[in-house]
């Protein structure tokens, strides 16, 4: 399926700096930077930008071109206008960078380590490149249709489920294996398989999971006051949490009368031993903190 390219508008630290974020990756573990149109040759984005007469520098790294100017404009007047210049070059289908130059050709040093998490049965794999944008579960082959990496892993017959986020990668594996057995083994894939640049996701994978935060975002719109305030203490306080130990947690439901709270696990949370406690002992009483007497317990519909 074709990529139908969005651009978000991402001030920086640096008030001269402004990125430019796609919904797709741009680069394959790849950052380039230009300070002029001849270092630009290779990349004919890069070069179109700096026709723009404020372009001082070009960034264009996995996800974003970043952009820094010169002092004659604020951003407040042009973001929009070069967001959408932006957005119609992706969407031309154009090269953004042009893999025969000689600099693109080298590979990219990948390193992957293994973290443990609370759940013995998995196993986090943290890269030092971003590897998608969102989190994506995979529980089995067949789920992954749209992944081409998770579906390479489901062939190792020790791994069970895999979940992506952000920079790692959450597998899940069956008891007749030991981690200290296959960790070597499916890191070195991991890093061959990243540092040849092959795909993580395929386009379709992205389109489905933007499809499916808009319906989110229309489904949250209509829920009640406690409902909606479960959830963003969910998005703010828990998943940060959560995903450093591997793992995701979606909200599900809130039942007024029992005041029970319904959430998914995924990744390392999903089957953990001590998912139960975490439950109980951690997000329950962070909600009935947080939102008193409205929340009475909070229960995982997957286990």
């Avoid at 573990?29 to 520098?57: C, G, W």
Wanted: charged content about 25%.
């Amino acid at each position: 399926m074709e990529k139908n390219f969005e651009i978000k508008i991402e001030a920086t630290s640096n008030p001269g700096i402004v990125k430019f974020e796609a919904n797709y990756f741009l680069t394959q573990h790849t950052s380039y930077e230009f300070e002029n149109i001849d270092q630009a040759k290779n990349a004919p984005l890069a070069q179109q930008l700096f026709y723009l007469p404020f372009v001082k520098r070009v960034f264009i790294a996995q996800n974003f071109v970043a952009i820094d100017k010169y002092d004659i404009v604020e951003w407040a007047d042009v973001q929009e206008e070069v967001a959408e210049q932006i957005k119609n070059y992706l969407n031309s289908g154009q090269p953004i960078i042009n893999e025969t130059a000689t600099e693109a050709t080298k590979k990219v040093a990948i390193t992957i380590y293994a973290e443990s998490t609370p759940n013995p049965a998995v196993l986090k794999f943290v890269a030092n490149k971003k590897l998608v944008t969102s989190g994506h579960e995979f529980k089995n082959i067949d789920d992954a249709g749209e992944s081409p990496l998770a579906q390479e892993l489901f062939h190792f017959p020790f791994v069970k489920e895999v979940y992506f986020d952000e920079n790692y990668i959450s597998i899940s594996k069956y008891d007749m294996a030991d981690w200290n057995e296959i960790t070597s083994e499916v890191r070195e894939f991991l890093r061959s398989y990243l540092e040849q640049g092959k795909e993580v996701l395929s386009a379709n994978a992205t389109i489905a999971k933007k499809e499916v935060e808009k319906q989110a975002d229309e489904a949250f719109e209509k829920l009640d006051d406690v409902s909606k305030d479960i959830i963003n203490i969910i998005e703010e306080y828990i998943k940060p949490a959560v995903a450093s130990d591997g793992g995701n947690i979606l909200f599900d439901s809130y039942d007024p009368q029992s005041k029970a709270v319904k959430v998914v696990l995924q990744g390392a949370c999903s089957g953990c031993p001590s998912s139960t406690f975490t439950l109980k002992n951690g997000i329950e009483n962070m909600l009935k903190e947080m939102l008193k007497d409205k929340v009475e317990s909070v229960e995982a519909v997957n286990g």
